[in-house]
T-cell receptor
């Protein structure tokens, strides 16, 4: 059972463009929604995160938009750069004491110069 | 400030063998979680250790076991290796506190396990 669905599977964006990755969840107990960036051969790196009581969070060129009623959230990368080329994972953690991350399937982003 | 470290980096084992992977958490963190990441997929939660005890466990068989030491470092053991155990094994550390800091998990570089 995939509790966090992520799309698209891959994304090609031109340098300077906006990259948008979408995720949807099913478990209403999820209480924290981080995004991770992973380069080949490396572990995932925490990029930005949001709680469900906030509709938007921005850190630099990265913005999370959150729609609690639709159970959807998205990552926007503004002014995308070739160095942003990586795999991005959305994830979620419940508030019930478990601290296990449930990951989406990942989006492979390629930013062309 | 030292991040999460894992050893070894790569490992090749034969089907049926046993393997031990090691993890040192980020300085100041007291909780260690282990994840398995198959090629092209998102990480899957194996289990989490806090205060030297397994606190939560994902959908993995008993062949997967672990340990946490008093200095918060941890080991992941896999017995009777199967070809399907080939994956990147990731360790993540966190701090068991209330608030957003308690949710943040920081990953190590992983151990690439190949079972032949």
């Amino acid at each position: 059972q995939q509790q966090v669905k992520q799309s698209p599977q891959s994304l090609i964006v031109q340098k300077g463009g906006i990259s948008i990755i979408n995720c949807a969840y099913e478990n209403t107990a999820f209480d924290y929604f981080p995004w991770y960036q992973q380069f080949p051969g490396k572990g995932p790196a925490l990029l930005i995160a949001i709680r469900p009581d906030v509709s938007e969070k921005k850190e630099g060129r990265f913005t999370i938009s959150f729609n609690k009623s639709a159970k959807q959230f998205s990552l926007h990368i503004m002014d995308s750069q070739p160095g942003d080329s990586a795999t991005y994972f959305c994830a979620a953690i419940p508030d019930t004491g478990r601290r296990a991350l449930t990951f989406g399937s990942g989006t492979r982003l390629q930013v062309q110069p | 400030d030292a991040g999460v470290t894992q050893s070894p980096t790569h490992l090749i084992k034969t089907r049926g063998q046993q393997v031990t992977l090691r993890c040192s958490p980020k300085s100041g963190h007291d909780t260690v979680s282990w994840y398995q990441q198959a090629l092209g997929q998102g990480p899957q939660f194996i289990f989490q250790y806090y205060e030297e005890e397994e606190r939560q466990r994902g959908n993995f068989p008993d062949r997967f076991s672990g340990h946490q030491f008093p200095n918060y470092s941890s080991e992941l053991n896999v017995n009777a290796l199967l070809l399907g155990d080939s994956a990147l094994y990731l360790c993540a550390s966190s701090l068991r506190v209330t608030g957003d800091r308690g949710y943040e998990q920081y990953f190590g570089p992983g151990t690439r396990l190949t079972v032949t």
